[in-house]
């Protein structure tokens, strides 16, 4: 099983839906989840972490947390074309160190 | 601007030269990563350090790579005698601490091997 795993997508998302990202990870140690945005040639920029379960809200994004299911998650209402990009998601394992998944491809369809 | 900084943006080397890549953390970020990362690829950590200290270098390659973080100056990774292979776009992270401590990206370093 892969540390942090992710559906590479694509995925697509008509503009104005909910479009949601999905991450496992193996560690059940682990105490911080990341979400990471990389547009195509560029670095990527961090757009929510939380550390509690439940879920974290910030503008037109929330994450969810479920430690019990190791299961984190990435919702992102009313979509817009600027959000196609791919979504790192992001794990501290209990050594501390960071893992990151191999990210999904988001498009946003006009 | 207190981001992350690397220089060079872009850096042409032939096989078997050394390639040198600068990281300057964020204004109070003690704390530095490096990352490589190939095209349509993830993000694979290769090296994590602290002032004068190497605290975790499981990620990188046992031969003709390394790194540092001085007392003064930024961090470098440095790559000795080139291959094609090691053609990738080089991210550096800072944060504050480890664990739950976000780190935040530079804008990255393209290597192109030729």
């Known amino acids: 099983q892969k540390e942090v795993e992710q559906n590479s997508g694509p995925l697509s998302v008509p503009e104005g839906a909910i479009a949601s990202l999905n991450c496992t990870y193996s560690?059940?140690?682990?105490?911080?989840f990341f979400w990471y945005r990389q547009y195509s040639g560029k670095s990527p920029e961090l757009i929510m972490f939380?550390?509690?379960?439940g879920d974290k809200e910030d503008g037109r994004f929330t994450a969810q947390l479920n430690k019990a299911s190791q299961y984190v998650s990435l919702l992102i209402r009313d979509s817009q074309p600027s959000d196609s990009a791919t979504y790192l998601c992001?794990?501290?394992?209990?050594?501390?160190?960071?893992?990151f998944g191999k990210g999904t491809r988001l498009h946003i369809l006009p | 601007n207190a981001g992350v900084m690397q220089n060079p943006r872009h850096l042409v080397r032939r096989r078997g030269q050394e390639a040198r890549l600068r990281c300057s953390p964020m204004?109070?970020?003690?704390?530095v990563y490096w990352y490589r990362q190939l095209p349509e690829e993830g993000l694979k950590f290769m090296v994590y350090?602290?002032?004068?200290?190497?605290?975790?270098e499981s990620g990188m390659p046992k031969e003709r790579f390394s790194a540092e973080f001085p007392k003064e100056g930024p961090s470098i990774l440095r790559i000795q005698q080139v291959v094609r292979g090691d053609s990738a776009a080089y991210f550096c992270?800072?944060?504050?601490?480890?664990?739950?401590?976000?780190?935040?990206f530079g804008p990255g370093t393209r290597l192109t091997v030729t």
């Open positions: 992270a800072s944060s504050l601490g480890t664990g739950e401590y976000e780190q935040y």
């Open positions: 560690d059940r140690g682990s105490q911080s």
């Open positions: 939380i550390y509690s379960n």
């Open positions: 992001a794990v501290n394992r209990r050594d501390d160190k960071i893992i």
């Open positions: 350090l602290q002032k004068e200290n190497i605290i975790d």
């Open positions: 204004k109070g970020h003690s704390h």
